[in-house]
């Protein structure tokens, strides 16, 4: 794979992106090269197109196939290990979305539905802190619901959904 100016600046962009987003730089970029690369990459590829360390490519691409983004596979006639990201966008952004929600979500929910309950029995914490304390635990319920219903979602009608945007907003505020 030839790095080109825009493919480099997609690369670099995307680890900017991922530090923003609390990955590390080298990690995003080695899934944006393997989501470009139009075959399969081995980490020695990966090292000399990114002029990373061995070791750096070697834990980020642990890190992409815990997170289930990349994955391993293989070349007829050649021992070693190749590297490819998942190809459908829709499916990188389930599969981000999912680990966010298990990472920062999840957790979340279950310290606001503690301190919930913890609150609700204090006679001293003001009202208007123990309803701040429900609304936004109804708030993270709600995005962890919708998440769930969401994931299911063919990705022919949410695309479909995509594009009505402004439309449904329109149909929902007339009813």
């Known amino acids: ?15 900017e992106m991922g530090t923003r987003w609390g990955t590390n730089r080298t990690v995003a ?20 197109l990114l002029s990373v360390a061995r070791s750096n490519v070697s834990t980020s691409i642990r890190e992409l196939q815990s997170f289930g983004l990349v994955k ?7 021992r070693r290990d190749y590297f490819e990201s ?6 990188l952004f389930r599969v981000i979305i999912q680990q ?23 006679q001293q914490t003001d009202e208007v802190t123990k309803t701040r304390i429900r609304n936004m635990l109804q ?7 919708w998440y769930e219903q969401i994931r299911e ?16 907003t329109r149909f929902v505020k007339k009813n």
């Not at 899934?31 to 590829?45: F, N, V």
């Not at 966010?100 to 204090?122: D, F, I, W």
């Not at 708030?139 to 619901?145: A, C, H, I």
Request: charged letters at 25%.
């Open 1 to 15: 794979m030839e790095l080109t100016p825009a493919v480099r600046r997609y690369v670099l962009h995307w680890g």
């Open 29 to 48: 970029q080695i899934q944006a090269l393997l989501y470009l690369s139009p075959k399969p990459l081995r980490a020695d590829e990966i090292v000399e």
């Open 72 to 78: 391993m596979t293989h070349v007829l006639g050649d």
């Open 86 to 91: 998942l190809h459908d966008v829709w499916e």
């Open 100 to 122: 966010r929600k298990e990472r920062e979500l999840n957790p979340t929910l279950s310290m606001l539905r503690q301190c919930a309950e913890e609150v609700a029995a204090e």
């Open 139 to 145: 708030f993270v319920e709600t995005t962890s619901d």
């Open 153 to 168: 979602v063919p990705t022919s009608t949410l695309t479909k959904l995509m594009k009505l945007g402004r439309g449904i």
